[in-house]
């Protein structure tokens, strides 16, 4: 089966969808509020009709508030996972507002791949601690590129800060107690990669996503400091950080 063959069948890709948001906001409970202030500061600094990269789109989470929020805005998806990318195609299949991408974010020649050169809002989640720092510097150097002059990046991610352990290993222990708690009935990540894995749409693009990554790539997770002194070396003329919680950090970064 090809995967243009995925995108027509007909899965349920909106059960699909729903069920990767419960898995995600598992970890994270607080991630739509992540999504809206993200949304409040695109339309804050680049208006209601953005040209969009979501970088690392995964099933298309970010594009699909964009969307419901903004319909006249159009979007870029771009990632490597072939379930997660059949679950975006077969979700926004004959929206022409939305093309996706697959490439490899640590390609040094990724960005040929987009349909444009330039974004006014280039928007990730919960993926780039996916990259080691290296990798990540030179990503936000692209990144730079692609963001028109007045556009903005952002990123909403894990950010930890090495210089207060104790404060970390507490916040860390009562999430996950938290997390504990709130278990019943919902999947894990290891746990929603079996169900694709058994689904008879989604088995071929899963075999090949754990051939790529295996369960979940190594990365860091430096703290917002760094992802804005970074952003501000690659070219961008302000960073900081538009939202956080004790664990994680919404960094933007105005071209
Ligand atoms: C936890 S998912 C988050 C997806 C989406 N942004 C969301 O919030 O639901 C992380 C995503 O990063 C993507 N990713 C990680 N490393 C990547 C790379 N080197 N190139 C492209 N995508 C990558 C994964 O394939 C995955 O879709």
Same mark, same amino acid.
């Given at each position: 089966?090809?995967?243009?063959? !995925?995108?027509? !069948?007909?899965?349920?890709?909106?059960?699909?969808?729903?069920?990767?948001?419960?898995?995600?906001?598992?970890? *994270?409970? %607080?991630?739509?509020?992540?999504?809206?202030?993200?949304?409040?500061?695109? @339309?804050?600094?680049?208006?209601?009709?953005?040209?969009?990269?979501?970088?690392?789109?995964?099933?298309?989470?970010?594009?699909?508030?964009?969307?419901?929020?903004?319909? #006249?805005?159009?979007?870029?998806?771009?990632?490597? %996972?072939?379930?997660?990318?059949?679950?975006?195609?077969?979700?926004?299949?004959?929206?022409?507002?939305?093309?996706?991408?697959?490439?490899?974010?640590? %390609?040094?020649?990724?960005?040929? #791949?987009?349909?444009?050169?330039?974004?006014?809002?280039?928007?990730?989640?919960?993926?780039?601690?996916?990259?080691?720092? @290296?990798?990540?510097?030179?990503?936000?150097?692209?990144?730079?590129?692609?963001?028109?002059?007045?556009?903005? $990046? *952002? /990123?909403?991610?894990?950010? !930890?800060?090495?210089?207060?352990?104790?404060? /970390?290993?507490?916040?860390?222990?009562?999430?996950?107690?938290? *997390?504990?708690?709130?278990?019943?009935?919902?999947? =894990?990540?290891?746990?929603?990669?079996?169900?694709?894995? @058994? %689904?008879?749409?989604?088995?071929?693009?899963?075999?090949?996503? $754990?051939? !790529?990554?295996?369960?979940?790539? =190594?990365? =860091?997770?430096?703290?917002?400091?760094?992802?804005?002194?970074?952003?501000? @070396?690659?070219? $961008?003329?302000?960073?900081?950080?538009?939202?956080?919680?004790?664990?994680?950090?919404?960094?933007?970064?105005? #071209?």
């Amino acid at each position: 089966m090809t995967d243009t063959d !995925i995108t027509t !069948i007909g899965a349920d890709w909106a059960a699909w969808q729903q069920s990767w948001d419960r898995q995600q906001e598992w970890y *994270m409970p %607080d991630r739509e509020e992540r999504f809206r202030i993200m949304l409040d500061m695109v @339309e804050a600094l680049v208006g209601p009709a953005p040209r969009v990269l979501d970088l690392a789109c995964g099933t298309g989470s970010i594009t699909a508030r964009l969307f419901a929020r903004f319909p #006249k805005a159009t979007s870029t998806g771009v990632d490597l %996972d072939p379930a997660l990318l059949a679950i975006a195609e077969g979700t926004f299949a004959g929206d022409d507002r939305v093309t996706f991408v697959t490439a490899d974010l640590k %390609d040094p020649e990724w960005q040929a #791949k987009l349909p444009y050169d330039s974004y006014d809002a280039v928007l990730t989640a919960t993926a780039l601690h996916w990259l080691h720092s @290296e990798p990540l510097a030179a990503l936000y150097g692209q990144v730079a590129e692609l963001v028109r002059d007045g556009g903005v $990046f *952002m /990123n909403a991610d894990h950010m !930890i800060d090495d210089s207060t352990p104790r404060i /970390n290993a507490a916040e860390r222990a009562l999430r996950h107690a938290r *997390m504990d708690q709130a278990k019943s009935g919902v999947l =894990d990540w290891a746990e929603w990669w079996q169900l694709a894995a @058994e %689904d008879p749409v989604l088995a071929g693009p899963t075999a090949r996503r $754990f051939e !790529i990554y295996g369960e979940h790539a =190594d990365g =860091d997770t430096p703290p917002a400091e760094w992802h804005a002194r970074v952003l501000r @070396e690659k070219g $961008f003329g302000e960073a900081r950080p538009v939202w956080c919680s004790p664990s994680d950090t919404l960094l933007l970064a105005l #071209k």
